[in-house]
């Protein structure tokens, strides 16, 4: 059974939102930093948010003021509200859970990784 399991992605138009759910089965999800990455096509991983054990949260540049990260510690689910979505956030994008809960722009910081979900968004 997998750790995380990504849902929500997608083929959108430039402008258009969407919403990335990541549900995970850890027992101790409260206390967990968790993160968002994506990758993409021929330029590798990029950071593109966290949110950490105590709520803070922290965005890559890029995506600051158009995405939003929350979690739902009674879910165990973590969400990326994605809106005005432009051609340059196409990529696979992954959810990520660092266990020691501090959250971290960096991918080894993290333990465990969902399997990825694309989103296309053509112009």
């Known amino acids: 059974q997998a750790h995380l399991v990504e849902s929500g992605g997608g083929s959108v138009q430039a402008g258009d939102s969407l919403r990335l759910s990541c549900a995970a089965s850890?027992?101790?999800?409260?206390?967990?930093?968790m993160g968002w990455f994506r990758q993409v096509a021929e330029k590798g991983f990029e950071f593109v948010a966290a949110i950490r054990r105590g709520g803070s949260i922290f965005y890559a540049d890029s995506v600051k003021g158009r995405f939003t990260f929350s979690r739902d510690n009674a879910k165990k689910t973590v969400y990326l509200q994605m809106n005005n979505l432009k051609t340059e956030d196409t990529a696979v994008y992954y959810c990520?859970?660092?266990?020691?809960?501090?959250?971290?722009?960096?991918?080894?910081?993290?333990?465990?990784w969902g399997r990825g979900n694309q989103i296309t968004v053509s112009s």
């Open positions: 990520a859970e660092d266990c020691g809960g501090l959250g971290s722009m960096k991918m080894e910081e993290y333990n465990y």
């Open positions: 850890g027992r101790s999800f409260s206390t967990y930093a």
